[in-house]
């Protein structure tokens, strides 16, 4: 028999990889700003002004300084 919580799972999207501008650092914990202009708090070790890759409320790394440009489909 299938474990339905795991099929329940497995149909559900992954947490999505966001990019964000560092507006402040206090006890390892950053506020960073989306592109559009959200407001989040993420834990992990970030400095102000650099731009990172957060998941799940956790810094990931470095995100290259590109320009953000949005396309409408």
Known sequence: MAN??????????????LVGDVLSVTSNIATLE??????ITA????TVGQRV????GM???LAPP????????
């Not at 099929?7 to 999505?16: K, M």
């Not at 989306?34 to 407001?39: I, V, W």
């Not at 590109?66 to 489909?73: I, P, Q, S």
């Open 53 to 56: 890759f957060v998941r799940n």
């Open 4 to 17: 339905l919580l795991k099929e329940f799972q497995s149909l559900l999207p992954d947490s999505p990889l």
């Open 34 to 39: 989306l592109p559009d202009g959200a407001q």
């Open 66 to 73: 590109l320009t953000y440009v949005e396309v409408d489909v």
């Open 59 to 61: 810094v990931e790394g």
């Open 43 to 46: 834990r992990g070790s970030a």
